[in-house]
């Protein structure tokens, strides 16, 4: 049987690398990975060819070979500045073929694989393509490893994941929020203004999330770390936020990082910190 959405996929492969290279493979080669197997598996539609270019506006696509020639290309933009923006975009077309290429003939195209996407009519394939790439380059039962499901983390931590999975930091923070216990909150803003955000489950149920993508903008709170723009080198264990900066009942221990390639700031605010032991606020 074939395995059919996209988590399924990416642990079927990571099974198949599991017994081929063991747990110490990370961060695996998204190239070889995508050409060998869908090679063995797709000997007559197989993945030919992944290659760089100008493609301004794109971060990615995948192309059906010229007509007359079997199997299908991946292009990627070079011009992306990160290396690992780069591997994830092509983990995210590997997804496409995998889970798309049947109902998109023709091929897709990729704005921006490694964010939320703000189109209604393209967010359930750009999803699946980004669950895909983001499990496949981040097994979930090899990062609870790394940091338990119950456990504190800070930006060393997830760096530490980031660097482990060769993925950039945002993906690494996303991936730990798809299956921590710990009530926790991305919010990612642009010049001061809210962009877009994700909570983790145990936060949801708490009632403790803002819009996905704000509309209409919003500014975030004046003495938040996500509004001191000029800083660009904050602390990676956080700063204590009382409660009424970011949530009116709650204080939050406020991580954030700049990414300066994306020109954002994605604050990370994790909830229950004042209980936890290994949380070194204040
Ligand atoms: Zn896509």
Redesign the pocket.
């Given at each position: 049987m074939e395995p059919k959405g996209p988590l399924e996929w990416a642990r079927f492969i990571n099974l198949v690398l599991g017994e081929a290279y063991g747990s110490e493979r990370h961060p695996m080669s998204v190239v070889e990975t995508a050409k060998m197997f869908t090679a063995s598996k797709y000997s007559d539609d197989p993945i030919q060819m992944v290659e760089g270019g100008d493609f301004p506006g794109l971060e990615?696509m995948?192309m059906p070979a010229p007509e007359g020639q079997k199997g299908w290309a991946i292009f990627f933009n070079h011009q992306v500045p990160s290396k690992r923006r780069i591997r994830f975009t092509l983990a995210?077309?590997f997804?496409?073929y995998l889970l798309h290429r049947h109902r998109f003939p023709k091929g897709?195209?990729?704005i921006n694989?490694e964010l939320p996407?703000r189109n209604r009519a393209?967010a359930t394939?750009?999803e699946e393509?980004?669950i895909f790439a983001s499990n496949l380059l981040m097994p979930i039962d090899d990062y609870k490893n790394l940091i338990g499901p119950d456990e504190f983390t800070d930006l060393n931590m997830l760096g530490c994941a980031a660097d482990r999975y060769g993925v950039s930091m945002l993906a690494a923070i996303r991936q730990w929020l798809r299956y921590t216990n710990i009530r926790a909150v991305l919010v990612v803003s642009e010049e001061g203004y809210f962009d877009w955000s994700e909570s983790s489950k145990a936060a949801r149920r708490t009632g403790h999330k803002f819009p996905s993508f704000a509309s209409p903008p919003a500014e975030v709170p004046v003495d938040s770390l996500a509004a001191k723009r000029d800083i660009t080198n904050y602390p990676k264990d956080g700063v204590p936020m009382p409660a009424g900066i970011w949530f009116e009942k709650d204080p939050v221990l406020e991580m954030a990082v700049f990414a300066d390639k994306y020109d954002f700031i994605a604050s990370l605010l994790i909830l229950d910190f004042e209980n936890h032991p290994e949380a070194e606020a204040g």
């Open positions: 990615g995948l995210h077309e997804g496409h897709l195209q990729c694989a996407n393209l394939i750009e393509a980004d």
